[in-house]
């Protein structure tokens, strides 16, 4: 049993694979857990190379996003924003205070000192939101991501989270450390039989 162990663990191809699959599942949980981490505490003022994802908590731009889906927004001049366009903001009055704001450009104007002015409402809303000033401005949506989506609503779920977090960084603590006892064992065996 040990002998065939040893045989797939010294498989060169095995051994490219398993770096391969191992490396590719730490740095996306390290990635997806970092950039959820920073947006939140930071109430996605930080952004990554001028984009930022967010994940969406109400049903007021359906049938357009779902609550769960994961989308891009990139950061954009206000000058380029276009009616219809959907932005993403941080809510300055009333029920929108310190909430990022998900919705569609429904009209634009500028005040006296030529600032730009976005009037904004969900797709199913019936009421305009309190009107946006561009310093509150996160970015134009230009992507929803169905595989982040689907991810996150999967991890969302207490099963999902163990299922798709906690185990696969199980796998990986528990088998470095069940390879480190066999190389290890492996060396006493060969000592031992050096010395007889």
Excluded at 45 to 63: A, D, E, L, T, W
Excluded at 100 to 116: A, L, M, P, S
Excluded at 164 to 181: D, V
């Amino acid at each position: 049993m040990m002998k065939k162990i040893k045989e797939l663990r010294d498989n060169k191809t095995f051994k490219i694979i398993k770096g391969i699959i191992k490396s590719i599942v730490v740095i996306l949980l390290i990635g997806f857990i970092i950039v959820v981490c920073l947006q939140r505490v930071s109430n996605n003022r930080v952004s990554f190379f001028n984009y930022r994802m967010f994940i969406v908590v109400s049903g007021s731009m359906k049938p357009k996003y779902d609550i769960g889906d994961v989308l891009i927004s990139k950061e954009v001049v206000p000058s380029k924003i276009k009616v219809g366009d959907t932005i993403s903001y941080l809510g300055k009055a009333g029920n929108f205070r310190d909430k990022v704001i998900t919705h569609q450009v429904i009209r634009i104007e500028t005040d006296e000192t030529g600032k730009y002015l976005f009037h904004a409402k969900g797709l199913a809303n019936l009421v305009e939101d309190p009107i946006v000033g561009e310093d509150q401005l996160y970015g134009v949506v230009i992507y929803k991501s169905f595989v982040l989506s689907l991810i996150y609503r999967i991890i969302s779920t207490s099963i999902g989270f163990y299922l798709f977090i906690i185990i696969p960084l199980i796998y990986i603590i528990g088998s470095e450390i069940i390879m480190t006892l066999l190389e290890k064992e492996e060396k006493r065996r060969e000592k031992t039989n050096e010395k007889t």
